[in-house]
């Protein structure tokens, strides 16, 4: 409970975290039987991806390869088909290389320290700070994009976050954060779920938000987004990555080899198609034939 006593960190995290006793979505990573491992799969895949499109994969998912061991074991053909359409396949790709790694330096557990989860393939600051935090309960300093929004409102007075996470953003989430490894693994899923639910980017709940006497950018007057020309919506249709989506998508179903001149077909202009196919390949996400270098397929 919030007192007059209450720094405003402390007066926002009490907020937060009593909003979260009651509002915290009932997610399969959350659980009391989590794995580290699970919990590293559900950080890989919910990178710019909804929980809608992710759970029911990862499910899936753990139910198939509960273990590191069982996934650095598997074909990378199966691992990319049971990945599907939750985009950016290389993140597949990474996760087996991660899975490998972990069976061949950590004896196939996944490691707490942190030196030693950014050493992973794949693993970056944010996700090695998450998987401490959800998995073993650690203190860390997680920053997502909706930690980064909540924080620029409540706090910094801001409609959104700068589109570049910077060291002033990553120092004010390090001094807002609890000091104990408990409440800071707390804070750090609360902040998240509030930025998810309640405090969006395009339609925040203000009137149900739980710090909304706290916060900076309501009291400011809700000033509009400063950053509004720096952001560019990247388009979807006729770009690289829809015309490697749907390659994929041909060499996920397919099963045998599929010609060149059948991928071409997945777009009007055969050399972007070529293109994408070459990109492909060289991202370890197809491979040709050996001595055939116009059939395709996905990585053994």
Request: with cysteine; net charge neutral; glycine share 6%.
């Amino acid at each position: 409970m919030t007192t007059a006593t209450d720094s405003p960190a402390e007066a926002l995290r009490d907020a937060v975290s009593a909003w979260f006793d009651g509002a915290a979505r009932d997610l399969p990573w959350r659980h009391p039987d989590r794995t580290p491992w699970g919990v590293l799969v559900s950080e890989t895949m919910l990178q710019q991806t909804p929980v809608s499109r992710v759970e029911p994969v990862w499910r899936a998912w753990l139910e198939r390869w509960p273990a590191p061991a069982d996934l650095a074991a598997s074909s990378t053909a199966d691992v990319l088909r049971a990945w599907g359409r939750l985009g950016y396949p290389r993140r597949a790709v990474r996760l087996q290389e991660c899975a490998r790694a972990i069976v061949r330096d950590h004896g196939g557990e996944v490691p707490d320290d942190e030196v030693a989860l950014l050493a992973l393939p794949g693993v970056g600051a944010y996700t090695a700070a998450a998987v401490r935090a959800f998995a073993f309960g650690r203190r860390a300093v997680v920053v997502d994009t909706n930690v980064r929004r909540v924080l620029a409102r409540a706090v910094a007075g801001e409609a959104l976050a700068r589109p570049t996470p910077t060291a002033a953003e990553h120092a004010l989430a390090a001094a807002v954060a609890p000091s104990s490894d408990a409440e800071a693994a707390r804070w750090a899923a609360a902040s998240m779920e509030l930025g998810a639910l309640v405090c969006t980017a395009r339609a925040p709940d203000c009137p149900g938000c739980p710090v909304r006497d706290l916060c900076a950018w309501r009291a400011a007057g809700h000033p509009p987004d400063a950053h509004a020309a720096r952001r560019r919506a990247q388009p979807w249709h006729g770009t690289d990555r829809q015309v490697r989506g749907r390659v994929m998508a041909v060499l996920r179903d397919a099963s045998a080899p599929v010609e060149r001149e059948r991928l071409l077909l997945v777009a009007d202009d055969p050399a972007q198609v070529g293109r994408c196919l070459a990109s492909l390949v060289e991202d370890g996400l197809a491979e040709t034939s050996p001595g055939e270098p116009d059939l395709f397929a996905l990585p053994a």
